[in-house]
């Protein structure tokens, strides 16, 4: 018996521990040397062939003890890493977070205390067939503390092969607080420097906007040989501009002629953001006195819109463009609707229908306050988040798919809300009207986030960096713009006799609606697929079942024409149907969310489109290539459009192979930070927008939000002409250089 019990025992700590193998996505082994320790860990649990992943090598010292940035400084190493990986894997270099001046007198170290996560993009091979990889890291380091000590670890991942995206690891976290210590790679702050024999003058100027006040610059070269390290950095400031004033290194001995590095402020250089690390490469003028001069100035900017807008032109645009907004797919359908309860309720003379106007602006207005707000305070808190935001977010988009597709059973129906079949009172009536007109102006303002109107992504790029104030008058005017057309229907029902009279079309017309509805939930779900993968879209369909079972249980028993216990039943049926499916979803959604920024490829359209990345479009264009840069989300309805009506045209793809032109696609389907800090550069807070860069120019082309096979063939035959002609686009009044 006893032998039996030790066999029963065996065989579930070996079932376990094999479970437990199969389950763990990701092996890694810490490697600790004397005062320090190694450990090499992913963002992702798992790879997906073809499509590039990240992993860091966390190095964490002890107290008081300190490791090496890529310039150390007056003395130490940098860290240094030596891969071994399997066959076709392609490794980029290190990217150095700013480091910290490190005072051990008489020397200054640059370089990090604590725990640092040095970061490498790695890429592995389209045909990997393998079902996990093992990546190997020979790293040495310098630990110093007075004494320092060489060190040095081999340190190994091992990382499954799935055919799906991957999931967030549980270092995401740290990976994305390492990322807001990188150096951005462009601004709108304007740099100048100019040096004698013995100092360097660095000269900053804020843009416009920037309302914070910088109470500390730090200057890292990238070389050594460039400063004494150890001087102090004198900065000051005036009431236009900033000043940092360094000592030239004592064994330089030819002029500086070009000054490259970070530059460290005390505040984010962008409003709203976190990164307070820049790097810049500036020419350098040999008389200080030059600096005097704003025509010699070296902008580290790399695209830019020439005319930013001013207020009221961003209060007048994100008025027109809510007016275009009820004209957009996204957004027809909900507002078809309330154009039939205008219908109904102009017939009804106790109806007051201006009530219903002024309600349903109310609804839209809160609404777009609400996202407004929201992308406000998150992007305070550091989040780098545009228009559309939450459509990249997985729980979101279960939410939506929900509602959506009770609205359709609703529209054909399956079940009936705020109506009375054997009549009650008309002043319940009317309660019951105004909550609906405020729900449909709530529900008009999501399903329009997906939109962006033609003038609008000027006047919401405008908007998100300024003050909140500006920000929430801009909000308010695309809220009015996009209602203005219904409160001029309640407030004159008279224009509803152009409408058919009412009758037994209205209920066609509304079912028809809910076909639309369910088209708008096949989309979500699309959307979703993309982001979260299919598992989710399985469980989502199969929630969605139950809710319909839910909805069927109350349109056949929650009646009025049923006794009450039994309407009672029917009803709390449904909404414990509803909750949990939704619940289950959401949570199942939440559980198996991709790491921000990895989505499937967006539908082939007959265009070898590139994957977008900042170093790709640095190492185009100075190989001198012309670009065509398209901003894009699966969620975004606008983006698709131009896509079928532009991208399919034969002739723009003959002019792409003609020209030579590189087309490269930034997927915005799921948050991704470099993209919006792209999208920034541009003044644009969403998409869609599509730049072109002709090497022949020096600032890009930025052409309007609607596009078609014209204005993308007139941007193209720039790139024959070179000339300095601006395109426009009579309905944007949008110019391709990005001018208003």
């Not at 399919?648 to 991704?672: C, F, H, M, Y």
Request: aromatic letters at 10%; one cysteine or more; hydrophobic letters at 45%.
């Amino acid at each position: 018996m006893k032998n039996i019990l030790r066999q029963v025992v065996s065989q579930i700590l070996l079932t376990c521990l094999v479970i437990f193998v199969y389950l763990t996505p990701s092996l890694a082994q810490v490697e600790k040397s004397q005062h320090s320790e190694a450990e090499l860990v992913s963002e992702v649990e798992s790879i997906e062939p073809g499509q590039a992943f990240w992993v860091a090598l966390r190095l964490k010292a002890d107290p008081e003890w300190h490791t090496y940035w890529q310039n150390p400084g007056d003395s130490g190493l940098p860290t240094s890493i030596k891969w071994e990986m399997p066959e076709g894997f392609t490794s980029e270099s290190i990217v150095w977070p700013y480091p910290e001046r490190i005072e051990v007198p008489p020397l200054t170290s640059f370089g990090y205390d604590g725990e640092i996560f040095l970061l490498v993009k790695i890429t592995p091979p389209t045909n990997l067939t393998s079902k996990s990889v093992k990546l190997t890291a020979n790293s040495k380091w310098l630990i110093c503390k007075e004494l320092c000590l060489p060190a040095g670890a081999k340190v190994s991942l091992e990382l499954p092969v799935k055919n799906e995206s991957p999931k967030a690891s549980k270092w995401a976290q740290a990976f994305n607080d390492t990322r807001a210590k990188h150096p951005l790679t462009s601004s709108d702050w304007q740099f100048s420097a100019a040096n004698n024999k013995d100092q360097i003058l660095i000269k900053v100027v804020p843009p416009p906007n920037f309302k914070s006040e910088v109470s500390k610059l730090t200057f890292f070269p990238f070389e050594g040989g460039v400063i004494e390290h150890g001087s102090p950095q004198n900065f000051k400031k005036t009431a236009t501009d900033y000043s940092l004033e360094v000592k030239r290194a004592s064994d330089a001995t030819e002029p500086i002629k070009e000054l490259k590095g970070v530059i460290v402020s005390s505040e984010a250089w962008k409003e709203n953001a976190k990164e307070k690390a820049l790097a810049i490469s500036i020419s350098v003028a040999g008389d200080i006195s030059a600096l005097g001069d704003i025509e010699n100035t070296t902008t580290v900017k790399v695209t830019t819109l020439e005319q930013p807008i001013s207020i009221w032109q961003a209060i007048l645009f994100s008025f027109i463009g809510g007016l275009i907004l009820n004209l957009m797919p996204c957004v027809l359908p909900v507002l078809s609707i309330k154009v039939l309860g205008f219908v109904k309720q102009a017939k009804d003379e106790s109806t007051k229908t201006w009530h219903h106007g002024v309600v349903f602006t109310l609804g839209v207005l809160l609404s777009f306050w609400a996202l407004g707000g929201g992308l406000m305070l998150l992007r305070a808190g550091g989040e780098k988040l545009g228009w559309g935001f939450q459509l990249q977010s997985p729980t979101f988009l279960v939410f939506l798919s929900a509602l959506f597709f009770l609205f359709g059973l609703n529209l054909f129906g399956v079940f009936e809300m705020g109506t009375s079949l054997m009549g009650v009172g008309q002043e319940s009536m009317n309660k019951s009207g105004l909550l609906g007109s405020f729900a449909s102006g709530a529900l008009a303002t999501l399903v329009a986030t997906p939109c962006t109107a033609p003038y609008m992504g000027s006047a919401l790029g405008f908007a998100i960096t300024q003050p909140i104030w500006v920000s929430m008058l801009v909000f308010s005017s695309l809220a009015i713009g996009m209602s203005a057309p219904y409160v001029l229907l309640s407030l004159s029902p008279s224009l509803l006799k152009y409408v058919p009279k009412p009758g037994a079309w209205m209920e066609t017309f509304k079912q028809f609606m809910g076909f639309l509805m369910m088209a708008t939930v096949v989309w979500l779900i699309r959307v979703l697929g993309l982001q979260a993968g299919i598992d989710v879209v399985v469980v989502l369909l199969l929630c969605l079942i139950i809710m319909s079972i839910g909805a069927w249980i109350l349109g056949r028993w929650g009646s009025l024409i049923n006794e009450t216990r039994t309407r009672r039943i029917a009803q709390a049926t449904m909404i414990i149907l509803v909750a949990t499916s939704l619940t289950y979803a959401i949570s199942t959604a939440r559980n198996e969310a991709v790491i921000p920024g990895k989505t499937s490829s967006i539908a082939e359209d007959g265009i070898a489109w590139q994957d977008f990345s900042p170093k790709l479009i640095e190492d185009l264009r100075a190989q001198g290539k012309p670009i065509f840069l398209d901003f894009t989300a699966a969620w975004c309805l606008s983006c698709k459009f131009n896509e079928k009506v532009t991208f399919s045209s034969q002739e723009i793809k003959d002019q792409i192979t003609k020209l030579g032109i590189i087309p490269v696609k930034a997927d915005w389907t799921n948050r991704d930070e470099e993209i919006t800090k792209m999208l920034e550069s541009f003044g644009r807070s969403g998409v869609p927008l599509y730049v072109l860069y002709n090497p022949k120019e020096k600032d890009p082309v930025v052409l309007p939000e609607v596009i078609t096979p014209d204005i993308v063939l007139s941007a193209f035959k720039r790139l024959e002409e070179g000339s300095q002609k601006t395109v426009t686009n009579d309905s944007d009044n949008t110019t391709a250089s990005g001018q208003k």
